[in-house]
């Protein structure tokens, strides 16, 4: 500058250091930030497109990248993960009943699927499936042949969960847990380096087929989207636009979760919504679109792999199409109350229990506790057919209407000859109904209590089928209680009307559809996402009123009990930095309220922008351990010049160490454009102006604390500043407001653990 | 990562080749009629690979109990379903799942219990340098690779490795530390 002895300065203007702009584990992004970073990024590929054709090209390619990106996660996840999941699961899970003799990678039904014997009331016996009875001891009745199958049962239930969690435990223990508290806190800026890596996705994938296998009570939803963001993830570090920026690898994250939803369920647009209403933090126009494009995607393999032959994607796909009356709408809505209170309780006690393995014995012992839970499963769900099943073939039975054409117990019904044709008119129950309804009173109470304590174990676990499986058990049980009702009371005023003896007026597996998502909202409090997921689940397009009354229902008293569903409880259990976007802030505190230091605290921590030297930074840094200083002019005036971050201070100061010349501890740190005029033998200085946020986000002592909290809503802000009268007063970071919020709530701040 | 991908490319690829090839085997379609009890004929499944236009009931329910006056009410009350799989697609896929799985257990054991046997008998055990973690942990020979390292001149391509393998063990011990002890995460 002034010619005054070798000054090689660090130009601000150069590329970056490597490390500069990253954040560290259990951190929260600077959205601000990061988006400006793209912007730039945009505008100077733009602008060098008019130079050369290359460098056109480059810039379409840079266009198309998104679309590309989110084909091929749709590819891998629709495809190769979730086919094989649904084909391994489906298979595993049947070898513990027997295995198949012309091939053992067949399942049950695939194994009879070619036999002749099958005979209408027994539908699933070949001789080509022998059961483990059958293997050993060579008969498949009596008493001794039910105990060598129950206690087969058991061995492979504990073998499948034991090797489950001993392989979370070696390779990937973040694969555990269900994955959409914690996808859903990356979403809103927090980092958790290694919850999406190849480690946990291979694991998580492996572990969810055994967890599923061994007849827990969980299903695997959830995991699905985990595992569909880690692909998506993985996919990021092909294309440098979303390997460098954690904004823009956000919005792919929540296509992702969308196309996890889509191949779990087979629905593609419910998979969207999901990602808008649970998952999603920011959900602009723009992820809408790739969403859509990337659920279609996976739609489309799933269906193209065809696992199972139907070429159906829809899980459930009910055949009935009977029109229900106005009347009905009061069952209905009793469902609806069942269901919100069902997810209230189960809110309550699941997290009072997780929050005992975390804080007592019981967590030192996840194995044990793993066996255990699955050991007492096995031995409580054998006896009775509707717990043995899994819970998505339970639902499915459950969904469906009885005609002719069904030999099942729950279809046992007394047969009054009604002629030609395969609808049923209401008949009473016969035998075989009454003793499927006991079986299934039991099953309910069963599952209620054990999906309590299973939900959030050191596998991968998901809620969807278990709370679905509740519902849908309560739905047939009331509507089968209805249809009898009809049938012997078809002359009072109530059913008078519309419900003619010999005709077909209440369809129980309508009920089982409304009590699923009943309960599945009250758990979750979904309302427009599970009501499109339940009709592309059940393709029942009638049926909508009836499930929209009843999960609004159910979320209306779910909500007076609690206002969290259980994936915020889970986020609010383990302490994640996450401002949640749907509450409202209605206390009248000021900035000046919340902002640190209070009075009784140490001035705040401030970097001047010249006249501070390198050993005096280093020594505030280290004395601190603040995240990022604020830059004043002077100590005396206290106007804000910009922000620095801690790391990126860091890492620059010993960048200059070992590369630049001449920085010592008593060279000066400069943030001003301009160095200012040093004496010939000083140290030449250290500019530090590339890495100071230029433009960092006030706030005056009297802004009111709900502008603030929206302005970090909508910005996604990580710290704010707070001035007095133009001078620097002090610090609001989003921590402080999580504590504050706390406080208000008259919950444990300190239970706010991350930054 | 480059891996990753070429991984799953070549997966994908065999899984959609497979699937084209395999679908169309004859053994893998067929025509199912459900026949509901009839008079005092008892219900009855019909299974027959016949193709889609083959598929009613006039083709696959062989032998026709019924007369020719009362085939057509009892066709009535019949449901044929034509249905496709691919057997090839199921079988890869199980054999694919069980190796992995397989790796992966053969891998575990190695780790915990075959690599710090196979160490100590290398070493012996004046090179090992005490640490307090767990039992069965992998740190206290965190040391053994650098004395090995040192002491042998080996080719990078081991050394990488060696060192990408140490990496990822203490990232996975992080990760242990907060999911399994101190439960900060995923409790």
Redesign the interface.
């Known amino acids: 500058m002034n010619g005054n002895g070798p000054t090689k300065l660090v130009d601000p203007l150069e590329d970056p250091l490597p490390g500069v702009g990253t954040y560290e584990d259990f951190n929260t992004i600077d959205w601000v930030r990061e988006k400006s970073k793209d912007r730039d990024r945009h505008r100077e590929i733009t602008n060098k497109s008019r130079q050369s054709t290359v460098a056109l090209l480059h810039s379409v390619s840079d266009a198309f990248s998104g679309w590309l990106l989110m084909l091929l996660v749709g590819l891998m996840s629709g495809s190769a993960l979730a086919g094989g999941i649904d084909i391994a699961a489906h298979w595993l899970t049947d070898m513990k009943g027997g295995v198949c003799l012309i091939g053992f990678w067949f399942n049950h039904e695939h194994c009879c699927w070619k036999s002749n014997e099958t005979t209408f009331q027994e539908r699933d016996q070949c001789p080509q499936w022998q059961s483990w009875a059958e293997l050993i001891t060579g008969t498949s009745e009596g008493a001794f042949a039910y105990i060598v199958n129950y206690l087969m049962y058991i061995f492979w239930a504990l073998l499948f969960s034991f090797l489950a969690v001993t392989l979370v435990r070696a390779f990937a223990p973040y694969a555990c847990g269900s994955g959409i508290p914690e996808i859903k806190t990356i979403l809103s800026g927090f980092i958790i380096r290694g919850y999406l890596g190849k480690w946990t996705l291979i694991i998580k994938t492996i572990t969810l087929v055994l967890a599923v296998s061994s007849g827990l009570s969980l299903g695997k939803e959830g995991p699905l989207v985990h595992v569909a963001c880690c692909c998506a993830n993985i996919l990021c570090h092909l294309f440098t636009k979303y390997r460098k920026n954690e904004a823009k690898r956000r919005e792919v994250l929540s296509a992702a979760a969308a196309v996890g939803v889509s191949v779990a369920f087979g629905a593609p647009i419910g998979g969207v919504l999901f990602s808008l209403e649970e998952v999603s933090y920011y959900f602009p126009l723009k992820t809408l679109w790739r969403s859509f494009f990337a659920a279609l995607v996976a739609a489309f393999t799933l269906r193209s792999i065809n696992p199972f032959g139907n070429s159906r994607l829809v899980l459930f796909y009910v055949e009935f199409h009977a029109p229900w009356h106005l009347v009905e709408l009061a069952p209905f809505i009793l469902l609806g109350i069942f269901g919100g209170l069902w997810g209230a309780l189960f809110i309550k006690a699941n997290i009072a229990w997780c929050r005992r393995r975390k804080t007592t014995r019981l967590g030192h012992y996840p194995v044990i506790e793993v066996l255990v839970v699955a050991a007492l499963t096995a031995l409580l769900a054998y006896p009775n057919s509707y717990t043995r099943m899994s819970g998505a073939e339970l639902i499915s039975e459950l969904f469906n209407d009885c005609s002719l054409l069904d030999s099942s117990q729950l279809c046992g019904y007394e047969q009054v000859d009604t002629g030609v044709g395969n609808s049923l008119a209401d008949r009473p129950a016969g035998k075989g109904l009454y003793t499927a309804l006991w079986q299934l009173a039991l099953a309910l109470v069963f599952k209620m209590m054990i999906t309590v304590i299973t939900f959030g174990m050191k596998v991968p676990s998901g809620l969807f089928i278990p709370s679905m499986a509740v519902g849908a058990i309560a739905g047939r049980l009331l509507g089968v209680g209805m249809e009898q009702l009809a049938y012997y009371n078809h002359d009072s005023f109530i059913f008078k009307g519309w419900c003619s003896p010999g005709a077909d007026c209440i369809t129980p597996g309508l009920y089982a559809m409304v009590g699923a998502a009943a309960c599945l909202g009250g758990v979750t409090r979904m309302t427009v996402s599970l009501v499109v997921i339940m009709f592309e689940l059940t393709g029942g397009l009638e049926y909508i009123v009836p499930l929209m009354a009843a999960t609004m229902t159910s979320k209306w008293v779910a909500d007076a009990f609690g206002r969290e569903g259980i994936y915020e409880a889970h986020i609010r259990l383990n302490g994640y930095p996450f401002l949640e976007p749907k509450e409202e802030f209605d206390h009248s505190s000021l900035a000046v309220d919340v902002m640190r230091p209070r009075r009784s605290d140490p001035a705040l921590a401030v970097l001047t922008q010249e006249g501070m030297t390198v050993g005096e930074v280093e020594a505030l840094v280290d004395s601190t351990h603040y995240s990022g200083f604020p830059v004043v002019v002077s100590q005396e005036s206290q106007r804000l010049v910009g922000f620095v971050l801690r790391r990126d201070l860091l890492i620059s100061i010993d960048n200059a160490r070992k590369r630049q010349e001449g920085v010592v501890s008593a060279s000066q740190v400069v943030f001003t454009e301009h160095a200012p005029s040093q004496a010939p033998d000083a140290p030449p200085p250290l500019r530090l102006r590339g890495i100071m946020d230029l433009s960092p986000f006030t706030v005056t002592d009297h802004t009111p604390m709900d502008i603030t909290v929206d302005i970090f809503r909508k910005l996604g802000l990580r710290q704010c500043l707070v001035t007095h009268n133009g001078r620097l007063l002090g610090i609001i970071t989003k921590k402080d407001i999580l504590k504050h919020m706390a406080q208000i709530a008259n919950r444990d701040p300190d239970s706010i653990l991350f930054n | 990562?480059k891996t990753?991908?070429v991984i799953?490319a070549f997966?994908?690829a065999c899984?959609?080749l497979l699937?084209q090839v395999t679908?169309k085997n004859s053994?893998?379609i067929?025509c199912k009629c459900?026949?509901?009890?009839y008079r005092d004929i008892?219900?009855?499944?019909?299974?027959q690979?016949v193709s889609l236009k083959d598929c009613n009931c006039l083709h696959v329910v062989e032998p026709m109990p019924v007369d020719g006056k009362d085939v057509e009410?009892y066709c009535?009350?019949c449901?044929c379903k034509y249905?496709?799989?691919?057997?090839g697609?199921?079988?890869f896929?199980?054999?694919?799942?069980l190796s992995?799985?397989g790796l992966?257990?053969l891998y575990?054991v190695y780790?915990?219990l075959l690599e710090p046997m196979l160490k100590r008998r290398l070493f012996g055990h004046s090179q090992l340098i005490q640490s307090d973690d767990d039992v069965g942990d992998q740190q206290p020979f965190a040391n053994a690779h650098n004395v090995l390292s040192r002491s042998h001149s080996r080719p990078n391509m081991l050394n990488k490795v060696e060192h990408a393998q140490q990496r990822?063990r203490r990232?996975?011990q992080e990760?242990?530390k907060?999911?399994?002890d101190r439960?900060?995460?995923?409790?």
């Open positions: 990562m990753m991908f799953e997966y994908l899984f959609v699937s679908a053994e893998d067929r459900i026949c509901p009890p008892a219900g009855k499944i019909y299974k690979n009410a009535l009350r449901e249905e496709e799989r691919s057997s697609t199921i079988k896929t199980i054999i694919v799942y992995i799985l992966l257990l575990m780790l915990t990822w990232q996975v990760q242990r907060s999911v399994f439960h900060v995460v995923l409790s």
